[in-house]
């Protein structure tokens, strides 16, 4: 058996209701440890799971149950509170729509700002250059600041550089929701062609579609804990029957952009 590339025993996260406590590397750094706020809360806490080279793993649970959390854990963004997080290969991280982009920069000077920030060099660079920007439909606007940018244009700019880093490992967050369909199609096909090459993804969705299409293995939280870990079906199932819904209106919306289609 493989050995995993993710491994998560007994892991808790811990923040503050007033204020997101001090957990973030950046914020470790420059600030250190700070005592206990009041009003302390745990997303979630004693999860332990493995995940083995080239899984695609589905994140399903209600808003605010430690979803974008744990891809946090897993992508070194946060640390966590109690337990062990080892992930053993590198990660591109589409957890937020303006992560490690910067929006006084251009569209120019975030893809080689990015991409370099996860390893690659300016020739390597230069050589997707033009792959990047044709796929993210940006030719106009690459000397346009990227806080200047749409939410549509950002999820695109981001996805084509982050999806081009071919690290081993892909954390996709929700983003996928943004954009009009033509361009979803673009990523999926993309995500298509990434867990054919052997990736291991991590999608959060609430979209019963994406996660059909993408996933086999699914993981519940919900009430602070990790209430599944199973087969996609079987946990979307249990997630529908616990909330008492059945899907959600992103999801009916993709079905019937599917069947259109």
């Given at each position: 058996m493989a050995e995993p590339i993710i491994s998560l025993r007994d892991v808790?996260?811990?923040?503050?209701?007033?204020?997101?406590?001090?957990?973030?590397?950046?914020?470790l750094l420059i600030k250190g440890h700070t005592g206990a706020p009041s009003s302390e809360f745990w997303p979630f806490r004693?999860?332990?799971?493995d995940i083995a080279p080239g899984e695609a793993i589905g994140v399903v649970g209600r808003n605010g149950q430690g979803k974008s959390t744990l891809l946090s854990l897993i992508a070194g963004v946060l640390m966590p509170d109690e337990g062990t997080v080892r992930v053993r290969a590198g990660v591109a991280p589409l957890i937020q729509i303006t992560g490690g982009f910067e929006g006084e920069l251009t569209a120019r000077d975030n893809i080689y700002l990015v991409a370099?920030?996860?390893?690659?060099?300016?020739?390597?660079?230069?050589?997707a250059f033009d792959e990047i920007v044709d796929f993210a439909e940006i030719e106009d606007f690459l000397d346009t600041p990227f806080k200047h940018f749409s939410s549509g244009m950002k999820v695109r700019l981001a996805f084509s550089v982050v999806s081009r880093l071919r690290?081993?490992?892909?954390?996709?967050?929700?983003?996928?929701?943004?954009?009009?369909?033509g361009f979803r199609?673009?990523?999926?096909?993309?995500?298509?062609?990434?867990?054919t090459a052997g990736q291991t993804l991590f999608l959060v969705s609430h979209s019963d579609a994406q996660l059909k299409r993408?996933?086999?293995?699914?993981?519940?939280?919900?009430?602070?804990?990790?209430?599944?870990?199973?087969?996609?079906?079987?946990i979307l199932e249990q997630y529908d029957i616990a909330s008492g819904t059945v899907n959600s209106t992103?999801?009916?919306?993709?079905?019937?952009?599917?069947?259109?289609?």
């Open positions: 808790g996260v811990q923040f503050s209701r007033n204020r997101r406590r001090h957990r973030s590397v950046r914020e004693h999860v332990s799971f370099g920030l996860h390893g690659m060099t300016r020739r390597e660079i230069g050589a690290e081993p490992i892909l954390l996709v967050d929700e983003v996928l929701a943004v954009g009009d369909k199609n673009k990523c999926y096909e993309r995500i298509d062609a990434l867990l993408f996933c086999t293995r699914g993981l519940y939280l919900e009430g602070g804990a990790l209430r599944g870990d199973g087969p996609l079906n079987k992103l999801s009916a919306v993709d079905d019937a952009a599917s069947a259109a289609g």
